[in-house]
């Protein structure tokens, strides 16, 4: 039997602005050395969970546990042992990249070599730069840098390839790669579903302050939620079916109709459509709602 070191505890975790309950009520553990994502939609309370577990933010009720420690009351040592990367950082920006990060590697009691965190996050032309003076993806490196310069044994990652180039992102994810096999304990936020796919052992759903689905990635939502759907068209309607055997059902519509059934379509739901079917369609209309495109397929 395998048992699990929790590394983060979280139960009944509420947050109330007024009468708003931007957390209502949400049970999660985090096991040491997974990476763990919180996904869901603008406004969901995922920043205000991750706030408060990093200390940052109080909660009004429930009960949270970091390291074994309440994050309402970390002391400096506790806080040495966590990375943070915040979803948007407050930089002044007049120092330099390097500068920056000697800085904060001073702050922490066996910190990484600067010089090759600042490669990882690939800023080695930039490390005499003044962070003012770089592009907003350049600067979320430098956040990012900033997060495991410390060798966190818990890293917080808040929305962080947000503005990333493609190649930036896939670079990011070989970094945390590099950071999971030496067993870093990962809470990741993310809107990208490929990124929490590619990243994630399990990942928790959150809509409206409420956890709707916990689960390991390639299980959110159910099995049924990942039957095949296929879909035709036959006597001027539209049909559809779910089932585990796309192909033999494909086979008795040729059989039936023809060699080329009209607007004939396999659909392997991806995560995406798990995800959106999971938060429900209120969230449709969020304005800035990730894109409905299925080429998020889970990777692992
Ligand atoms: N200080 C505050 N006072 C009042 N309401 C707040 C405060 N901070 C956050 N909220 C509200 O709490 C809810 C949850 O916000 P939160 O930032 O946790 O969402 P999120 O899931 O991180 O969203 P996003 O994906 O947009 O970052 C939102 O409706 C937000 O408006």
Redo the contacts with the bound molecule.
Sequence with gaps: MTTHENVVEVRELR?I??H?A??DGIDFDIHRGETFA?L????????????ILEGY?DRTSGDARVLGVDPGRGGLDWKARLGIVL?SSGESGNVTVIEQLRHFAALYPNPRDVDEVIAAVGLQEKAGTLIRKLSGGQRRRVDVAVGIVGRPELLFL??PTTGFDPEARRSFWDLIRTLQSEGTTILL?T?YLDEAAQLGDRAGV?AG?RMVDLAPIGELGGADARTPLVRWREAGEQREQRTDAPGALVAALIDRLGPEPDALEVIRPSLEDVYLDLIGRETSTSD?AEPTTTETEVAR
């Design positions: 947050k602005y007024g708003f931007a957390v919180l869901g939609p603008n406004g969901a309370g995922k920043s205000t969970t991750i706030e933010r979803q808040d929305e936020t809107h959150i302050g800035d």
